[in-house]
């Protein structure tokens, strides 16, 4: 089944009951029993869901995987896999990474006992040298928020291999429909499908897919223990939204290549982060285990001035200036102030992260429009 159809039917039938091509909304808190321990399957809405049951097996097909596990947000699915840590252990996570992330490991997790590295995974001879016998998860982010850098995620899981450490790979800038990690070797595949999946900024969400059983059941347990679940409405909204994923990302990374093209050859424009650049670092590994290069382009102007940074972002008509990415409309962001404001300062220039970089979430809108609004926007 490729992937056009996946989207539609895989793990999805009509309704039993009604014959309803659309997956219904099971909004219940309970289930009755027959007797004591007795049930159709479905004892209590925070353990089992039918609606969000049909999103877990659909999400499990597009990522080639055996499982999935709906959660009520991203983080809430990444606070789950860390729960699978204990303390003393280790993970190693790119220093290129989502703040929430960073937040969430080094801010949190740390008290408890998990360690951390960042490291520029870029470069795998760094992992080489830092993993050790501590390390029992690599977090994986590529492309990398909002560097756009690309990681070999087969190497990563080859020396991950020989150490005994989960791969966890955040596939959220991807999506499915650009890359499958497990079939490069991770164990995790971690999505906010808050962006790219439900695709529409109406959903707040996270999935995580895996194959191995014992893995499953641990998450599994974790999940019903902890209560992190998304409502059957938002499984609704997701499973609609991943139906058109194939058609969305298509536009979109369409569109991106367009106005990341314009960018570079932009008088006011300095670096411009995109992996299908030829002479981006590690395009070859993003040709090889991408079917696509994504419809996130982020720059910096040619002075990396702040003030004039903020008149682009002030000064655009189709694209919104506002926080998240993945949706059908395009957004302008500033990442030092927004999404990894809680990076400290001088971690974030360590990854070329500057005060002055504007982010760009690709839309599928008429690319001239966008580049017409990019071009008003920058001569401001």
């Known amino acids: 089944m490729k992937f056009g159809t996946k989207v539609i039917h895989a793990g999805i039938k009509p309704d039993q009951s009604t014959g309803a091509i659309m997956t219904p909304i099971f909004q219940t808190s309970t289930y ?8 159709l399957g479905y004892e209590y809405g925070r353990t089992q869901n039918p609606t969000r049951d049909v999103l877990q ?33 280790e993970i190693i996570s790119t220093n290129d990474l989502y703040g929430g992330s960073y937040r969430l490991i080094k801010t949190l997790y740390e008290r408890y006992g998990i360690k951390s590295q960042f ?41 991950a291999a020989m150490h005994g450490a989960l791969v966890c790979v955040d596939n959220t ?65 997701t499973l609609r939204g991943i139906k058109t994923l194939h058609l969305r990302m298509e536009r979109a990374c369409d569109n991106a290549y367009k106005v990341a093209q ?17 002479d981006h670092p590690n395009h070859e590994i993003a040709a090889k285990q991408m079917r696509g290069f994504g419809a996130m382009v982020s720059f910096d102007l040619v ?25 059908v409309e395009s957004l302008i962001g500033h990442p030092a102030s927004m999404t ?11 990854t070329g992260l500057t005060d002055s970089l504007i982010r760009l979430s690709i839309g599928v809108e008429d690319a001239d429009d966008l580049i017409d609004d990019l071009e008003t926007a920058l001569k401001s």
């Open 303 to 327: 002075d990396n001035s702040v003030e004039k940074a903020n008149k682009v972002l002030s000064n655009t008509r189709f694209f919104s200036l506002a926080e998240s990415l993945g949706g």
């Open 173 to 237: 800038f991807a999506s499915p429909y650009l890359q499958n990690p497990i079939d490069l070797g991770a164990d995790i595949v971690h999505h906010s499908a808050t962006k790219y999946i439900a695709g529409h900024s109406d959903v707040v969400m996270g999935l995580v897919v895996v194959k191995e059983d014992t893995l499953a059941d641990r998450l599994y347990y974790i999940q019903n223990a902890v209560g992190a679940i998304p409502g059957p409405q938002d499984c609704f909204l």
């Open 340 to 350: 990894h404001a809680s990076i400290p300062r001088e971690e974030r220039l360590k």
């Open 57 to 89: 097996k659909n999400i499990a097909a597009l990522e080639n995987g055996n499982y999935g596990i709906a959660f009520s947000s991203g983080m809430a699915a990444m606070d789950s896999l860390m729960k699978l840590l204990e303390p003393g252990d």
């Open 119 to 159: 490291i520029d995974m870029t470069d795998l001879s760094v992992l080489e040298e830092k993993i050790n016998d501590s390390t029992k998860m690599i977090w994986v982010e590529t492309p990398t928020n909002p560097m756009l850098s690309i990681i070999d995620i087969e190497r990563v899981c080859r020396i």
């Open 32 to 39: 009755v029993q027959t007797r004591p321990g007795e049930h």
């Open 262 to 278: 314009f960018l570079k050859n932009h008088s006011m424009v300095g670096k411009v982060f995109y992996p299908g650049f030829s």
